[in-house]
């Protein structure tokens, strides 16, 4: 596995990093999914959050899921765009209203990523 310094915007997206940066940007640790919208896929930040009494998932949970999400995105090579994105949208999740980023990516290996959630 490479070691790629703390400032390289090209290195994977970790679980912490985007749990840090939801807490810092939002004060709420907000849920994120993948969603496929007219043959395109979009990652999406959701008004539910982890601190919500009604949450779904415990924070184990919500942190597996997260890592799930983020592996796509890794895969995709789009975890600076992801960066840039979050750090950046003027935008807060809302009640009935997720914020969404289309994950475009390029190249073989990102067409058949992509291939398996279009289908």
Same mark, same amino acid.
């Not at 749990?19 to 959701?46: F, K, N, P, S």
């Given at each position: 596995?490479?070691?790629?310094?703390?400032?390289?915007?090209?290195?994977?997206?970790?679980?912490?990093? =985007?749990?840090?940066?939801?807490?810092?940007?939002?004060?709420?640790? +907000?849920?994120?999914?993948?969603?496929?919208?007219?043959?395109?896929? +979009?990652?999406?930040?959701?008004?539910? +959050?982890?601190?919500?009494?009604?949450?779904?998932?415990?924070?184990?949970? +919500?942190?597996?899921?997260?890592?799930?999400? =983020?592996?796509?995105?890794?895969?995709?090579?789009?975890?600076?765009?992801?960066?840039?994105?979050?750090?950046?949208?003027?935008?807060?999740?809302?009640?009935?209203?997720?914020?969404?980023?289309? =994950?475009?990516?390029?190249?073989?290996?990102?067409?058949?990523?992509?291939?398996?959630?279009?289908?």
């Amino acid at each position: 596995m490479l070691d790629l310094p703390a400032d390289d915007p090209s290195r994977p997206l970790g679980v912490e990093e =985007l749990i840090t940066c939801l807490r810092q940007r939002w004060r709420a640790t +907000y849920d994120l999914q993948l969603v496929v919208r007219r043959q395109r896929l +979009y990652l999406q930040v959701m008004w539910a +959050y982890l601190e919500q009494q009604s949450f779904p998932m415990d924070e184990a949970a +919500y942190r597996v899921h997260v890592a799930e999400v =983020l592996d796509v995105v890794n895969r995709l090579g789009l975890a600076p765009e992801v960066r840039r994105w979050l750090a950046s949208t003027r935008d807060k999740p809302r009640l009935g209203k997720a914020l969404s980023l289309p =994950l475009e990516a390029e190249g073989p290996e990102s067409e058949s990523l992509l291939r398996e959630f279009l289908v």
